[in-house]
């Protein structure tokens, strides 16, 4: 038996409370079992009970067996010397604290069926463990932890983008272009194009926003994309020899180092997300007047955004995919699922991000609306939640179903979700939708 299951027991309180006592058979009255801790020292702190009419103020230390204070170097620690009642499954020891007081030890007594649930769970083979008891649970339930899922997701996207902001000295401008950029690689050229924002500050760029030409031969350029030899039949090509000789001057103006162009992936990708076409894209949307983060902000409406992210290939890349060698000829536009997923991974975190930093509560909700009105991801996370009957309505439920699959069904941490903990919780007394709708 796992400790933490005897966490979640004492947490919510699922034990036999009429079963409680200590060594002389007193019952012991649990009046607040205390708050969780998940750092090091005892696992419940400001717990209160009542044993033989006097009250005890205190912590609550776990264990599968008594002993295991003694193994874990307790009975040496002051951190445990407030410990007022030791809670474990089979109490085959007495035990001391570092003052030489022996701790009040008592036996938990719990339903095996929560137990049994819990094991049918974290042994499941299925990723999601539950996929047949979620059906069976309160809609509400489950929509409320998806609310604080997504807020959690945030939270942990926040993370980095705060780091991003310390590199750059809390240049907003910059730490966005930084994300945008890593997000315009869409995984497979995730690196290279972090690699390039590094070595091309955005402080450079908006010295041009005035002309997209000069942001190409900056970005292929400093990509690493002008090599000579790297593409084929590229000297005849007029349109890659004037981006080289823009790139020449403006490279010695800045004292920029280009990146290698091997580093670039090609191979495994549809022509129209290769990283040329989307360099050049990109070059469009770092053109507009102002600043992109500074037109995000004032944006109020999903649609406004949406239009500085749906951008075109400049005119070259209409019959292009690689310099030098021509292809049939159509716009190499950005498209709705490209700026979803751009909306989605960098421009909704940080929007919220700033709100956090500028304790602007309206800034951070309107990240989360926007989230609302964007379509749901469609990948293999969401099919599987769909095999198991929850359906994301949006991209703010899609984000919180990736959360909740990879960082708590993936890892197995039942008793840490709440549809997990309420599954457990009634044991296999679990009844169908149906069912409960026949009962009187």
Not at 47 to 72: P, Q
Not at 81 to 86: C, Q, R
Not at 148 to 156: D, P
Request: hydrophobic share 40%; charged share 25%; glycine share 4%.
């Amino acid at each position: 038996m796992k400790e933490e299951f005897l966490h979640y027991l004492w947490k919510y309180s699922l034990y036999d409370q009429e079963r409680l006592f200590d060594n002389e058979k007193n019952k012991i009255y649990v009046l607040n079992p205390g708050e969780y801790n998940h750092d090091s020292g005892p696992d419940f702190f400001n717990a209160r009970i009542s044993v033989a009419g006097t009250v005890w103020a205190g912590n609550i230390e776990i264990h599968t067996k008594s002993s295991h204070f003694d193994n874990h170097g307790h009975q040496n620690d002051p951190a445990f010397n407030n410990v007022i009642l030791h809670i474990v499954a089979e109490n085959d020891k007495r035990v001391f604290n570092a003052k030489g007081e022996e701790v009040l030890t008592a036996e938990i007594s719990f339903d095996s069926s929560y137990y049994d649930k819990y094991t049918f769970l974290v042994n499941n083979p299925y990723i999601i463990a539950c996929q047949d008891d979620i059906k069976k649970l309160d809609v509400i339930l489950i929509r409320h932890w998806l609310n604080s899922l997504v807020i959690e997701r945030l939270r942990i996207k926040s993370e980095s983008i705060l780091k991003i902001l310390s590199e750059t000295e809390n240049d907003w401008d910059e730490s966005f272009y930084r994300l945008l950029a890593r997000y315009f690689g869409f995984r497979i050229n995730t690196e290279p194009f972090e690699m390039l924002a590094r070595a091309l500050p955005f402080r450079i760029i908006r010295k041009h926003t005035d002309n997209i030409f000069q942001i190409e031969a900056l970005l292929f350029g400093t990509a690493g994309l002008l090599e000579t030899g790297l593409f084929k039949e590229v000297l005849s090509d007029e349109y890659y020899c004037n981006l080289l000789k823009e790139y020449t001057i403006l490279s010695a103006k800045y004292s920029l180092k280009p990146l290698h162009g091997w580093l670039w992936k090609f191979s495994r990708l549809r022509p129209s997300n290769f990283p040329t076409v989307r360099l050049s894209q990109l070059a469009t949307m770092l053109s507009i007047a102002g600043g992109l983060f500074s037109r995000v902000l004032d944006a109020t409406d999903i649609k406004q955004i949406k239009e500085l992210f749906e951008v075109s290939a400049s005119p070259y890349w209409d019959d292009h995919f690689v310099f030098g060698k021509k292809s049939r000829n159509f716009t190499k536009h950005t498209g709705s699922q490209a700026a979803d997923i751009l909306m989605i991974n960098s421009v909704i975190p940080m929007i919220f991000v700033y709100g956090q930093s500028r304790d602007c509560q309206n800034i951070s909700e309107r990240a989360l609306t926007f989230l609302e009105n964007i379509p749901p991801e469609e990948n293999i996370i969401s099919s599987e939640w769909k095999a198991a009957g929850i359906i994301a309505e949006s991209a703010f439920y899609s984000q919180a179903l990736i959360q909740l699959r990879n960082e708590y069904c993936k890892k197995r941490k039942c008793l840490d979700c709440r549809i997990g903990s309420k599954i457990i919780s009634q044991g296999k007394k679990l009844k169908d939708q149906e069912e409960l709708l026949l009962e009187p």
